[in-house]
């Protein structure tokens, strides 16, 4: 089973659309969630931090289950440019290192 | 603020080679790290530096694979001899020391291809 695993879509969406993307993820030790996006041939920027109370930037909405040990993006009212791949990272327990998903695809379509 | 640079953006050798990769993190960030991106699989870390000393090299691949970040400021990743298996994107990334965040910020990748 893999540390991190996100369905890699593609999530194809109508522009103004709510979407919802999943991430599970094995080691309950885990204590940092984050977001991250990548275009295409870019480098992954960070979306947002996952707090356990959830959190909200503007659309963007972060939840954390760690009962179910699942990290979970709201995207509303989506746009052309939120097309991208959304990048699940949980921070291995007691380090500083990242393990990412494979990361879920969204187009959002005009 | 400038963000983390990566130098050179592309380097196609031939197997046996070798290739020298360099990062120069953002300004007053402590943390550095490489992590690798091979083609269908996910992005997968190989070390992390904490100024000048190497925290966690637990996902380096090989003996092939040789850090450096002298001084603490840039790094460098060399692959001698590069071999097929290591074409891929190497990202490096950078943070500073809170304690509370762990916030990593990339840079823009080094697509690395071997022939």
């Known amino acids: 089973r893999k540390e991190v695993e996100q369905d890699p879509g593609p999530f194809n969406v109508p522009e103004g659309a709510t979407v919802a993307f999943n991430c599970t993820y094995s080691?309950?030790?885990?204590?940092?969630f984050f977001w991250y996006r990548q275009d295409c041939r870019k480098e992954p920027k960070l979306l947002m931090s996952?707090?356990?109370s959830g959190n909200e930037d503007g659309r963007f909405t972060a939840q954390l289950n760690r009962a179910s040990q699942y990290i979970s993006l709201l995207i509303r009212d989506s746009k052309l440019s939120d097309s991208a791949t959304y990048l699940c990272?949980?921070?291995?327990?007691?380090?500083?290192?990242?393990?990412f998903g494979t990361g879920t695809r969204l187009k959002v379509l005009a | 603020e400038a963000g983390v640079t990566q130098f050179p953006s592309h380097s196609v050798i031939e197997k046996g080679q070798t290739v020298t990769l360099r990062c120069d993190p953002i300004s007053g960030h402590d943390n550095l790290y490489w992590y690798r991106r091979v083609m269908g699989k996910e992005i997968k870390f190989l070390l992390h530096?904490?100024?000048?000393?190497?925290?966690?090299e637990s996902g380096m691949p090989n003996n092939r694979f040789l850090a450096e970040r002298t001084g603490g400021t840039y790094s460098t990743l060399k692959v001698q001899p590069a071999e097929l298996e290591d074409s891929g994107v190497y990202f490096c990334a950078s943070s500073q020391e809170t304690g509370t965040s762990y916030e990593q910020y990339f840079g823009p990748g080094t697509r690395l291809t071997v022939t």
């Open positions: 990272v949980v921070r291995s327990p007691g380090t500083y290192k990242y393990i």
């Open positions: 996952v707090y356990s």
């Open positions: 080691n309950s030790a885990s204590q940092s």
């Open positions: 530096f904490v100024k000048e000393s190497k925290q966690d």
